[in-house]
């Protein structure tokens, strides 16, 4: 029905008269009906929908606001000579601005565990821009047209300015959502992107003089309010980690910074402000900021999802991948590649008595003692518990071996009773694929093991070792 409503002031503003019977009902009657009943969706959905609630309880209190403000214009202000600035409507109007800022937050709070910096800096970037913008094509005809009154221009700034800030943070969840948003996260980001324009249209035309009522810019104030209470009664988006996607992690620093250095360009002659040029300059700062942050951002997941974060050594997954493009090379280079796996002796025993601090220390002491030892060019990775890998390129089973002893000789001085076992195995002449050399560096690994549990048997009863494979 509110959009039914819309539709119709629409057709009045388009079609029928501006005064008489017309007016009273369509701008009177249908506005302020329409208007009442967005914030009695909201509030439905507060007392229907447990999901949400204080935030959608604050946009009742900001489409509220904004009712109360189309209710006290014709009623308490339209009718005053001059009609003051700020004026009452106007404070009902402003005060849409705190709470619908308030259930932004709420819903960021709900629905992301954790904001990046760079996310926090595309909304500052994204509002510096708009402000930016605003004070080069509103502030001086603003100025002219009122002589340049305080309370007159900020009343006139204030409505752009607040819609900056609101947009600013809708841009904060676009960017988390990597440029893919849920239905109701769209429909009020389209509602206050609306808001901003409508708004901006509204203070230009004012300021000059050619703003006439209960026309296009009416339509947009009520199509913004229905936008907000159709985003009500959307199905809330669950609370989710903020990942960082692709190039789209770059979006609003890029297109707002080319449009602040347009701005700095051409400022000179667009006659815009000094005011106008300094909030540009602030905006590209925070721009290369967030890009920076974002590159940084970026560098850090990239290296969770390719690192053990225990070790710092290539997890499992990325060491396969580098084994493969090691491989790939040696064979275009008709070269040899050598693989170890080390496995270490003792270490439950570790875990069981001294627990899992110690464990982990002593992890960290190998992966420590295999990057010291390998020659500059092996790649070493962790496959998994107290596994690790060494890609030796270039190096055949001697070479491989004699690095595998210098790397047992440090772990077994890490700890009493502690010790590594390692196996190898040598491409192409264990391969020739991945899976097969990975088995034959396995079963050798397997081999060595078998034998250091029958030298400790030994060492602990005397008896002889059991033959090692």
């Known amino acids: 029905m509110l959009w039914v409503g819309v539709a119709a002031y629409l057709a009045y503003g388009l079609l029928l008269p501006h005064e008489g019977t017309a007016s009273i009902v369509f701008r009177d009657w249908l506005?302020?009906?329409?208007?009442?009943?967005?914030?009695?969706?909201?509030?439905?959905?507060?007392?229907?929908?447990?999901?949400?609630r204080g935030a959608w309880l604050a946009f009742t209190v900001a489409t509220g606001a904004w009712a109360g403000g189309n209710a006290a214009w014709p009623v308490v202000v339209s009718g005053l000579d001059p009609i003051p600035a700020p004026s009452v409507a106007d404070f009902f109007w402003l005060a849409f601005y705190p709470a619908a800022f308030a259930g932004l937050m709420l819903l960021i709070r709900r629905r992301l565990h954790r904001l990046p910096a760079s996310l926090w800096l595309d909304g500052l970037v994204a509002c510096l821009t708009f402000a930016a913008f605003g004070a080069a094509f509103l502030v001086t005809p603003i100025v002219d047209a009122t002589g340049g009154a305080t309370a007159v221009v900020a009343t006139a700034l204030a409505y752009p300015v607040s819609d900056a800030v609101l947009l600013a943070v809708v841009a904060v969840l676009l960017a988390a959502s990597g440029w893919r948003p849920s239905r109701g996260m769209a429909l009020i980001g389209a509602a206050l992107l609306t808001q901003i324009v409508v708004d901006s249209v509204y203070a230009y035309q004012a300021a000059v003089g050619t703003w006439r009522g209960n026309g296009l810019l009416d339509t947009g104030w009520l199509l913004v309010s229905v936008l907000i209470a159709h985003a009500a009664w959307t199905r809330p988006e669950p609370t989710r980690e903020v990942g960082l996607r692709g190039g789209w992690v770059l979006a609003v620093p890029v297109v707002c910074g080319l449009a602040l250095v347009g701005l700095h360009l051409y400022g000179d002659h667009l006659g815009a402000p000094e005011?106008?040029?300094?909030?540009?300059?602030?905006?590209?700062?925070?721009?290369f900021l967030g890009t920076a942050e974002a590159a940084r951002e970026s560098h850090h997941l990239l290296e969770l999802a390719t690192h053990d974060p225990l070790t710092g050594l290539l997890n499992?997954?990325?060491?396969?991948?580098?084994?493969?493009?090691?491989l790939q090379g040696a064979a275009r280079e008709g070269s040899v590649v050598s693989l170890m796996l080390f496995d270490l002796d003792g270490f439950?025993?570790?875990?069981?008595?001294?627990?899992?601090?110690?464990?982990?220390?002593?992890?960290?002491?190998?992966?420590?003692?295999?990057?010291?030892?390998?020659?500059?060019?092996?790649?070493?990775?962790?496959?998994?518990?107290?596994?690790?890998?060494l890609i030796l390129p270039g190096a055949g089973p001697t070479n491989a071996i004699a690095i595998g002893e210098r790397v047992?000789?440090?772990?077994?001085?890490?700890?009493?009773?502690?010790?590594?076992?390692?196996?190898?195995?040598?491409?192409?002449?264990?391969?020739?694929?991945?899976?097969?050399?990975?088995?034959?560096?396995?079963?050798?690994l397997?081999?060595?093991?078998?034998?250091?549990?029958?030298?400790?048997?030994?060492?602990?009863?005397?008896?002889?070792p059991e033959e090692a494979l």
């Open 316 to 326: 499992h997954r990325e060491f396969h991948a580098s084994l493969r493009r090691t």
């Open 31 to 52: 506005y302020n009906l329409v208007g009442i009943g967005v914030p009695a969706l909201c509030l439905a959905r507060v007392l229907l929908v447990p999901v949400e």
């Open 275 to 287: 005011l106008a040029l300094a909030i540009a300059s602030g905006g590209l700062i925070a721009a």
């Open 408 to 444: 047992a000789q440090a772990v077994a001085g890490l700890d009493k009773g502690f010790g590594v076992s390692f196996g190898t195995a040598s491409w192409p002449a264990d391969g020739p694929s991945i899976e097969m050399l990975m088995l034959r560096a396995d079963v050798a």
């Open 348 to 389: 439950k025993d570790v875990n069981d008595l001294r627990g899992h601090a110690e464990g982990d220390r002593l992890l960290r002491s190998c992966a420590d003692a295999i990057v010291r030892l390998r020659r500059p060019d092996d790649v070493a990775g962790r496959l998994g518990g107290d596994e690790f890998g």
């Open 446 to 464: 397997y081999a060595a093991k078998k034998h250091a549990r029958a030298e400790s048997a030994k060492a602990a009863d005397g008896t002889e």
